[in-house]
């Protein structure tokens, strides 16, 4: 299994809601990202996790909310978030975080917040 | 300070010519590089990379170029078919060490005309 799967594919919510985005991989990578890509931008990282412990947040505002319950699933936490935040967001699991290692990317959650 | 730079927004080639993506980085301590695919509303695909150890890696259609005294790098496909037409991004990293954050560039879009 080559793949890393993202949940829901489209999410619409308004500000005021509270929503996850899930992600899994069966690759047995230790290093799982979150990216935010804009149109015709490249993906901006925003958190990364190593041994399911959190080693970078890229000064993320809080309304972001990463989490990783085990070394296959990652979640991010929405909360009150902005119109600007709409986006394709991006999952990516790599087999360790050091190291020449490729980074493999999920499909993404087109997220538009109204 | 954009440490990864692909200087054409776009790429225009004829099906079965040779397509020839370029990038440009300035970060001395990059020794890895790799090369995504892109299509609209999925998520990146992995498709090559090269350590600065090698000049070339070759894989199918596609071969990369090192030229590290040029910190330049290209990525060759061979022949270009119609389904290769995305967003193509390069990306590097500082492989050797414990920072393994991916810079990417801001892509080119090919389009290969049948």
């Known amino acids: 299994d080559t793949e890393v799967t993202q949940t829901p594919k489209h999410l619409v919510m308004g500000m005021t809601n509270k929503k996850s985005l899930k992600c899994e991989q069966h690759?047995?990578?230790?290093?799982m990202y979150w990216y935010k890509q804009k149109a015709k931008k490249p993906p901006e990282l925003m958190f990364v996790?190593?041994?399911?412990?959190?080693?970078i947040n890229e000064s993320v505002p809080s309304r972001f909310s990463p989490e990783c319950p085990n070394s296959s699933l990652l979640n991010l936490h929405l909360h009150a978030l902005q119109p600007e935040d709409s986006a394709l967001y991006l999952c990516?699991?790599?087999?360790?975080?050091?190291?020449?290692?490729?980074?493999?990317f999920g499909p993404g959650t087109r997220l538009t917040v109204l | 300070d954009q440490q990864v730079k692909q200087n054409s927004p776009s790429l225009s080639v004829q099906e079965g010519r040779i397509s020839i993506l370029n990038c440009d980085y300035t970060?001395?301590?990059?020794?890895?590089f790799l090369w995504y695919k892109k299509y609209p509303a999925e998520g990146p695909t992995f498709l090559i990379s090269i350590s600065s150890i090698k000049d070339k890696n070759e894989d199918g259609r596609f071969t990369v170029f090192l030229n590290k005294s040029a910190k330049h790098l290209s990525l060759h496909i061979v022949p270009s078919q119609p389904g290769d037409s995305a967003v193509y991004f390069c990306?590097?990293?500082?492989?050797?060490?414990?920072?393994?954050?991916?810079?990417f560039g801001q892509g080119t879009i090919l389009t290969v005309h049948p």
């Open positions: 690759m047995g990578h230790r290093a």
């Open positions: 970060n001395s301590m990059f020794d890895y």
């Open positions: 990516a699991s790599s087999q360790e975080f050091e190291g020449y290692n490729e980074q493999f």
């Open positions: 990306a590097a990293k500082r492989g050797g060490t414990s920072y393994g954050k991916l810079t």
């Open positions: 996790y190593s041994y399911e412990k959190l080693s």
